[in-house]
């Protein structure tokens, strides 16, 4: 009678875990909308952040934010350049629009450095950039953007070494690049 008690809790016990774990995957995939496995896992909603309209007499005279798209070694099981994306870039896009006389797009842009478009954004944004690697042709593009008035921004290191290693690709010149 024992033995046969032992193994209904040893069922009951299993039975439990593997219910708990459907609960908590569930609750996982309910807190990204259900939708993590959509767009190459790239978030396209909102989230609660406002929308508003510009105006499209002038839809080419706004501001728009612009994350650069790189290639990066490590990371967290993404690639860095997706940090905290989308959810910072509509937020610094809603700020801007609310605290600024700027009008802005409220639909902000992902481009890599050797898209053609780059050169109509004044602004541009690269976060945790510790471990990217840029081609030649990339450095290339940043140099010559840089060089005729873009502005970069960059953002969230973890210490010098990230520092250093994003400053091998940024640096004004060749010869300060190591």
Same mark, same amino acid.
């Given at each position: 009678m024992k033995k046969m008690i032992s193994i209904k809790n040893h069922? %009951?016990?299993?039975?439990? #875990?593997?219910? %708990?774990?459907?609960l908590v995957t569930?609750?996982?995939?309910?807190? &990204?909308?259900? $939708?993590?496995w959509q767009n190459g896992g790239i978030e396209t909603g909102r989230n609660g952040v @406002?929308?508003?309209g510009i105006d499209q007499e002038f839809k080419g005279d706004v501001f728009t934010f612009v994350r650069i798209k790189y290639e990066s070694v490590g990371g967290r099981g993404r690639p860095a350049w997706r940090t905290d994306y989308r959810d910072s870039d509509l937020n610094f896009s809603l &700020?801007?629009?609310?605290?600024?006389?700027?009008?802005v797009d409220p639909e902000p842009i992902v481009l890599e450095l050797t898209d053609e478009r780059l050169f109509d954004y004044p602004f541009i944004y690269i976060i945790? @950039?510790?471990a990217l690697y840029f081609s030649e042709a990339e450095v $290339?593009?940043?140099r010559r953007y840089c060089l005729n008035g873009? #502005?970069?921004?960059?953002?969230? #290191?973890?210490?010098?070494?990230?520092?250093e290693n994003c400053l091998?690709?940024?640096? @004004?010149? @060749?010869r300060d690049r190591g």
């Open positions: 069922h %009951l016990w299993w039975s439990s #875990f593997g219910l %708990l774990m459907v569930s609750i996982a995939v309910a807190q &990204r909308g259900g $939708q993590w @406002p929308d508003w &700020r801007l629009q609310q605290l600024t006389s700027l009008k945790e @950039p510790g $290339q593009a940043l873009g #502005f970069l921004m960059v953002d969230d #290191f973890w210490g010098d070494y990230q520092y091998l690709y940024t640096s @004004p010149s @060749p």
